[in-house]
Every structure is written in C-alpha cells, then in structure tokens.
Nanobody, 120 residues
Framework: QVQLQESGPGLVKPSQTLVLTCTVSGGSITTNYYYWNWIRQPPGKGLEWIGYIGYNGVTDYSPSLKRRTSISKDTSKNQFTLQLSSVTPEDTAVYYC????????????WGQGTQGTVSS
C-alpha cells in the first residue's frame, strides 16, 4: 500500500520560502510512469495544481506559480520537496502531495494534507 506524508513548518512569514517535504512509502519515486505532484487548496476555494517531478526527474509547473516554484527529489530518502518562494497570505492553503500514474491517467494516492499559513 502506497502512502504519502507531507511535513514542514505550518507557519511562514511573508516574503519567505515555504518548504514542504513528502515522504513516500510502499513504492519507489523512481518507478516508471509515476509523477509526484503538489496540489493545494486555499480556504474556500478549489484545488490548484502546483507542479510535479517525474520518475525520470523531469519537472513541470503551473504557469501562474512557475516563477516561484521548485520541486526536487531525494531518491535515497524516497522523498520529494516543494519550495515556494516570496510567499504572500494568498499562498495560505492546505498542501497535498499526490501521485499521478500516467498509464491510468489518474491521481491515485494522496497525502492527508498539511496546512501552510503565511502570516506575519
């Protein structure tokens, strides 16, 4: 059974960088055709895709967030990490790490989500 678990500081100040890590168990992040995503949900709003890093290290980001986003991975720890820079209160959201399987074209495993709050 694949499990994803987000971790990171719940509160950051404006202009700082939000760093969240997703630890994956029950499967390798280098297995073919899996893409490891970050998705967020601001309060009272819908889900917003942030970006992914693929099994092969390829990355892609939302155009609206690309300038401030970086996703990396540590295969030795089976983890991938989101860095979102120059945050504002509008970046306050529940952040989810999510696996996408390209063969099935589906987001099949989700973490439980972690609250990220931007406030001075």
């Amino acid at each position: 059974q694949v499990q994803l678990q987000e971790s990171g500081p719940g509160l950051v100040k404006p202009s700082q960088t939000l760093v969240l890590t997703c630890t994956v168990s029950g499967g390798s992040i280098t297995t073919n055709y899996y893409y490891w995503n970050w998705i967020r949900q601001p309060p009272g709003k819908g889900l917003e895709w942030i970006g992914y890093i693929g099994y092969n290290g390829v990355t892609d980001y939302s155009p609206s967030l690309k300038r401030r986003t970086s996703i990396s991975k540590d295969t030795s720890k089976n983890q991938f990490t989101l860095q979102l820079s120059s945050v504002t209160p509008e970046d306050t959201a529940v952040y989810y790490c999510v696996r996408y399987y390209s063969d099935y074209r589906s987001y099949d495993y989700w973490g439980q989500g972690t609250q990220g709050t931007v406030s001075s």
